[in-house]
């Protein structure tokens, strides 16, 4: 099956990819180094002009009125970006390599400093009904661990399912599925609401060899993620949960 935004974005409410860099030193944090960065990202992408500041974060967004959504963020130990909704898989790639270019130039980043780099699918389904139903039915309800609730008398309060495997045969490679039901302490790349949430993160491990290897770490993640997303959460997760939720109405 050939890959498209359409095999990613039809089953859900909203799709996105985001990134991480995660370093192992403290991102330097004087005023003018993050404003020079976001300066400079503003001026690939115009569309970023809300400056926000989260709970041990700072971020740099584009409306979000717009359902095609982008925004960059600096913690403590890492550099964040996504975007929502993105009209193709290829303008995603585009601004996340975009980060990855200029960031480590402007906060000082060493090969050495890198920990990982992870690229997150994200699938949001927006929905009244009780989400940890919709869920156990979804995705567990034919499975042994069904026996362990009595539908006549009981009411499944979590069904937050995850799982994670390794990719290859060296260990610097790592996949996490992962559904959850629970709103979080607010940060940057979410816009609020209270959806169901299927999340395939892919991670690869550092540290590189030079700052020219993020470019190859970045193919391989999202060329990981593409297959495992298109092959296993797709048809085992996201269509399950999409059903379930056109039966209810």
């Not at 990202?41 to 041990?56: D, I, M, S, W």
Request: hydrophobic share 45%; aromatic share 8%; charged share 25%.
């Amino acid at each position: 099956m050939p890959t498209g935004m359409s095999t990613f974005s039809a089953l859900c409410s909203d799709f996105y990819i985001n990134q991480k860099l995660g370093l192992k030193l403290d991102l330097p944090e004087r005023r003018e180094t993050v404003l020079d960065l976001f300066d400079r990202v503003r001026k690939t992408f115009p569309r970023l002009t809300q400056f926000q500041r989260y709970e041990g974060e700072v971020a740099l967004e584009s409306s979000g009125a717009d359902p095609d959504w982008q925004w960059v963020a600096l913690r403590q130990t890492s550099i964040r970006s996504g975007h929502v909704n993105p009209a193709s898989l290829t303008d995603a790639y585009h601004f996340h390599k975009a980060i990855l270019e200029v960031a480590p130039y402007f906060l000082s980043i060493s090969p050495l400093d890198i920990d990982m780099l992870e690229v997150v699918f994200g699938f949001d389904f927006d929905t009244e009904h009780d989400k940890d139903a919709v869920v156990f039915d979804a995705l567990l309800a034919n499975s042994p661990l069904a026996a362990l609730v009595d539908p006549g008398f009981e009411r499944v309060t979590e069904a937050q399912p995850g799982i994670a495997i390794s990719l290859g045969e060296r260990g610097d490679m790592q996949a996490v599925f992962e559904v959850r039901t629970r709103p979080r302490v607010p940060v940057a790349g979410e816009r609020g609401g209270d959806p169901i949430s299927v999340f395939l993160t892919v991670r690869k491990f550092g540290p590189l060899a030079s700052l020219d290897d993020l470019k190859g770490a970045f193919g391989a993640v999202v060329g990981h993620a593409e297959m495992l997303a298109e092959q296993r959460v797709i048809p085992h997760l996201v269509a399950p949960i999409h059903e379930t939720l056109q039966a209810r109405g």
